[in-house]
């Protein structure tokens, strides 16, 4: 089996997956995004790679590891390329429909309260009058792009006049505001990562001192967790709303014993829960992408038939 991975370059994720690939007697090929070709019009309608490569209908499926930032029109060319391929009947895992529900935070969080989970109280908007309001309704409050992940370009605010400052230097950037009520974690979250509608495994990530945010990449610390049977099905309820074949869910605990969901990342990293739990993630993986190559009407996280 072939699967063309596409990412932003290499690196330690499409490292592993390639090995977990060729473990198990398959072929890994990554390539950028910015490879992508599409010809219409000609006899055979493809969408290839420019760098010579075959057709991309050459390989038994495609894992979208990242959609990489750029332009607006990049940035839809490439979802809307995914979505060609998947509708001529090649597996994309995840979804283009399933990346573009997990991708945006706000469409995310209002998928989530549809479906009767719990999420923190947010207020999003474009205007920064409206933005300030909600500011000084909730006290204390985290800005954050809808768009982001790692904890980049998140600030806490309780003070009015910090919190105005904050505002007019996002109004400049033509930003839209993504505000949410800050909630008493204790300075500790809950990552469960899951594969084909199954709970892998979940980590407890702690704070570093003196900061509010659990992100491993910002000096966060991880340690195996052992899901409770109710936090179990929150997460795996999150993942089926958003129809991730795989997804890391953050559940939110606070200390009055409410859980949130937080976040759903529908393209996880995994380098802090294998580092933390000895989980072969990359091989679970695989093995539910050859599942779904070989089994096609496999039920995925969605609870639908493929």
Same mark, same amino acid.
């Given at each position: 089996m072939k699967v063309a991975i596409l990412n932003a370059g290499t690196g330690w994720h499409t490292d592993d997956l390639c090995r977990a690939l060729d473990e198990r007697g398959h072929t890994g090929v990554v390539? *950028? =995004?910015e490879s992508l070709v599409a010809r219409l019009g000609a006899p055979r309608r493809t969408v290839g790679l420019s760098s010579g490569d075959a057709s991309l209908f050459d390989? $038994? %499926?495609?894992? %979208?590891?990242i959609i990489p930032g750029g332009s607006?029109? &990049? #940035?839809? =060319?490439?979802v809307n390329a995914l979505h060609w391929l998947e509708q001529r009947g090649l597996l994309v895992i995840n979804s283009p429909r399933a990346i573009e529900? /997990?991708? $945006?935070?706000f469409y995310t969080t209002a998928l989530l309260q549809e479906a009767g989970l719990p999420? *923190?109280?947010t207020v999003v908007c474009e205007g920064p009058v409206d933005a300030m309001a909600a500011v000084q309704a909730m006290g204390d409050v985290v800005i954050k792009p809808i768009f982001g992940s790692m904890g980049h370009g998140l600030v806490r605010v309780s003070d009015p006049d910090v919190a105005f400052r904050v505002v007019q230097s996002l109004e400049q950037l033509r930003t839209v505001f993504?505000? &949410?009520? /800050?909630v008493d974690h204790g300075g500790r979250d809950i990552r469960v990562f899951i594969v084909g509608g199954f709970v892998l495994g979940a980590i407890e990530r #702690? %704070?570093?001192d003196g900061d509010w945010r659990t992100n491993i990449a910002r000096g966060g610390t991880a340690r195996p967790f052992t899901l409770p049977p109710e936090w179990e099905q929150l997460a795996l309820r999150a993942a089926a709303v958003v129809g991730t074949d795989y997804a890391g869910v $953050?559940?939110? *605990?606070?200390? $009055?014993?409410?859980?949130f969901v937080l976040e759903i990342n529908g393209i996880p990293g995994w380098r802090g829960l294998q580092k933390a739990t000895g989980l072969d993630v990359a091989g679970a993986l695989v093995d539910h992408l050859v599942s779904r190559v070989r089994s096609p009407r496999i039920t995925t996280a969605a609870g639908s038939q493929a």
């Open positions: 390539r *950028p =995004y390989v $038994d %499926a495609v894992l %979208a590891r607006l029109e &990049q #940035i839809i =060319y490439r529900r /997990t991708v $945006d935070k999420v *923190p109280e993504y505000v &949410q009520r /800050t #702690i %704070a570093p $953050d559940l939110l *605990p606070c200390r $009055d014993g409410r859980v």
